[in-house]
């Protein structure tokens, strides 16, 4: 085979490959492996009840414990951390990441939820029983006689001209909402 053939030969594989949906160049390669290792030295610092809340195998927990072991900034926690993106990979990655971003952004999450669960408070006051039966459609454990109730009584004091945010029933009603909404 000549030098000609062989560029063409080279040039034809290097098409094929760039055409290629699933075609990754090394440098894509190397940034997803260094975003792999970040994210497996970020969750060896984090702490064991949120470990728990991220639903790890055995194997990656175990690997967990051992790399808090090591010192870091080491040849052998460098070799370690590969070794936890090796089960991470094997785990699946999107999970792991979904998990341990809920945690870090656990406050942040739980303040968009509940801002959400207060726009629901209101238009349950305002909408009545066409809003209870949409709520009962998305929440099928939500008590419609003790959600019925509770309008009622937060009508009644607005009739009564009494601020809403103080009522205790549109306390109720929010703490109800928390509780079928598991927050």
Do not use: W
């Amino acid at each position: 085979m000549s030098v000609r053939e062989r560029n063409i030969t080279s040039e034809k594989s290097y098409r094929r490959a760039e055409d290629d949906e699933l075609y990754q160049s090394r440098a894509e390669n190397k940034i997803e492996i260094a975003k792999t290792l970040k994210l497996a030295g970020a969750i060896a610092l984090l702490s064991k009840a949120e470990i728990a809340k991220m639903g790890f195998s055995e194997e990656m927990l175990a690997a967990i414990v051992t790399a808090r072991k090591i010192v870091v900034r080491t040849d052998a926690y460098s070799r370690h951390l590969s070794y936890m993106c090796k089960i991470m990979r094997s785990d699946g990655l999107e999970p792991i990441q979904a998990a341990y971003d809920k945690i870090t952004n656990k406050y942040n999450q739980a303040t968009v939820e509940l801002a959400k669960l207060e726009i629901v408070r209101d238009e349950l006051i305002a909408g009545g029983d066409t809003a209870i039966t949409a709520l009962i459609e998305t929440y099928p454990n939500a008590d419609r006689q003790k959600l019925r109730l509770l309008i009622r009584q937060v009508n009644k004091e607005i009739k009564a001209e009494k601020p809403l945010k103080a009522a205790k029933p549109s306390k109720e009603i929010f703490k109800h909402l928390r509780e079928i909404a598991g927050l």
